[in-house]
């Protein structure tokens, strides 16, 4: 059964500390996405990539985040340096380019809980 | 103003009855809509999609979409305690890009 892989599942860390979450998409899928849910904000979209190319980063503060695809079975989110407003559930999904032309769900990874004191 | 506004709830209905859930959006330009499905701690899974004006029924599930007035509506006949969940309504973005944008979810209390 393929499955979104994403590590760690949970991170705590201290304010300033550098956090880096990993997530290995469907084989076959060329879209990924990273979504940030809180409470409050619900699930916000950070940034995505087709084809390992970064399309819409608009929804991720530019000053301490960054997301790259060093490969197609590798996406990477980084914080540096966090804050304790970054604590939040980190989801990525991937899919198979225009969902409205496929019958292909968006896939979630099981989220990394990022807590940062 | 949101792109994706949804009720947060909590929507609470008895056991057998119709829960109705609603989505408004504001890009007229999205085509595609799609309702996820999120148990507590869990990621969300996609339970439809429709892009026709009118309704797409799937089992217990009624999905309805009016693109005049940028409404997109769920329907669950026969409500289970099992679909008690936090409903999340999604659109995506008019470039067909596949970008989906989320609304903040409602919140569905289903009680035997």
């Known amino acids: 059964d393929a499955r979104v892989t994403q590590t760690p599942r949970h991170k705590v860390t201290e304010m300033g500390q550098e956090v880096t979450m990993r997530c290995q998409p469907i084989l076959g899928h060329n879209t990924v996405f990273w979504y940030r849910q809180t409470m409050m904000q619900g699930l916000e979209l950070l940034a995505y990539f087709r084809n390992r190319a970064p399309l819409d980063d608009s929804g991720m503060p530019k000053d301490r985040f960054s997301a790259e695809m060093p490969d197609a079975t590798l996406a990477t989110l980084k914080i540096q340096p966090s804050e304790p407003r970054d604590s939040a559930v980190y989801f990525c999904?991937?899919?198979?380019?225009?969902?409205?032309?496929?019958?292909?769900?968006?896939?979630f990874g099981n989220g990394t809980r990022l807590t940062v004191t | 103003q949101k792109e994706v506004e949804q009720n947060s709830g909590p929507l609470s209905v008895p056991e057998g009855a119709i829960a109705s859930l609603n989505c408004t959006y504001s890009d007229r330009g999205s085509q595609s809509f799609f309702w996820y499905r999120q148990y507590s701690g869990k990621s969300p899974e996609l339970i439809m999609f429709?892009?026709?004006?009118g309704d797409k029924e799937d089992g217990r599930f009624t999905a309805q979409l009016n693109k005049a007035s940028q409404y997109v509506s769920l329907l669950i006949r026969d409500s289970q305690p099992s679909d008690s969940a936090t409903y999340l309504c999604a659109a995506e973005g008019s470039s067909n890009t596949g970008k989906l944008i989320f609304g903040q979810g409602t919140t569905l209390q289903v009680k035997p």
């Open positions: 429709i892009y026709s004006n």
């Open positions: 999904a991937s899919g198979l380019g225009q969902l409205s032309s496929y019958n292909s769900p968006l896939h």
